[in-house]
């Protein structure tokens, strides 16, 4: 069964870089399939943050990009995520998901439960 | 605001059937055979119900369906019962640039 798990700071301070990291168990990365992060602000709907291919290559969505960066620790079977200059918007729970397949277009299928991240002063 | 649009909220009565829309644009929905939908319980995790616009993943019961017409997918839940109650999210692929995108979500109540 794979297994997805978040681990980061819960609260960070405006302008601060966000840095979590996500730990899987029961598939190694480095046999395939793309690696996600998804928020989700309190009460709202999912936003897409970006993907990591096993490779190395990544994706991110074009309103993030410039902030956003995701890595890939085959050796540890993890990934990371960085955003920097964050700020009260980006206050949301962290997913980080399994998809893509062989393709990077099959669907989102295994999820982490997500952490809360809170921006706040 | 969300790319995707979703009702706010349905309902229905045990036994009965409803339907969640989710309307894009041309450039996801209408572009692309990639439409999933996600159930979510309050506090859980996103579970996948519904991919490549039709297709259940294992497990998934077939009172859950799902179709497309132009740039409006829709999701269909037959036989209401208790547990369906939760949100609902649909997916699309948006292309290589701006790759995936989601809907507000559609908040289910089992009367």
């Known amino acids: 069964q794979v297994q997805l798990q978040e681990s980061g700071p819960g609260l960070l301070k405006p302008s601060e870089t966000l840095s979590l990291t996500c730990v899987v168990s029961?598939?190694?990365?480095?046999?395939?399939?793309?690696w996600a992060w998804i928020r989700q602000p309190p009460g709202k709907g999912l936003e897409y943050i970006g993907s990591?291919?096993?490779?190395?290559?990544?994706y991110y969505t074009p309103s993030l990009q410039s902030r956003v960066t995701i890595s890939v620790d085959t050796s540890k079977n993890q990934f990371s995520l960085k955003m920097s200059s964050v700020n009260a918007a980006d206050t949301a729970v962290y997913s980080c998901?399994?998809?893509?397949?062989?393709?990077?277009?099959?669907?989102?299928?295994?999820w982490g439960q997500g952490t809360l991240v809170t921006v706040s002063s | 605001q969300s790319a995707l649009t979703q009702p706010r909220s349905v309902s229905g009565s045990p036994g009965q059937s409803v339907t969640i829309s989710c309307t894009g644009t041309?450039?996801?929905?209408?572009?692309?055979?990639?439409v999933s939908w996600y159930q979510q319980h309050p506090g859980k995790a996103p579970k996948l119900m519904i991919y490549?616009?039709?297709k259940r993943p294992s497990g998934v019961p077939d009172r859950f369906s799902g179709s497309k017409s132009g740039n409006t997918a829709s999701l269909t839940i037959s036989g209401l019962q208790a547990d369906d109650e939760a949100d609902y999210y649909c997916?699309?692929?948006?292309?290589?640039?701006?790759?995936?995108?989601f809907g507000g979500g559609t908040k289910l109540t089992v009367l």
């Open positions: 998901v399994r998809h893509g397949g062989s393709s990077g277009l099959d669907p989102f299928d295994y």
């Open positions: 029961g598939y190694s990365i480095s046999s395939g399939y793309y």
């Open positions: 990591i291919y096993h490779s190395g290559t990544t």
């Open positions: 041309s450039s996801d929905i209408g572009g692309y055979h990639y």
């Open positions: 490549d616009v039709s």
């Open positions: 997916c699309s692929y948006a292309g290589t640039n701006t790759l995936w995108v």
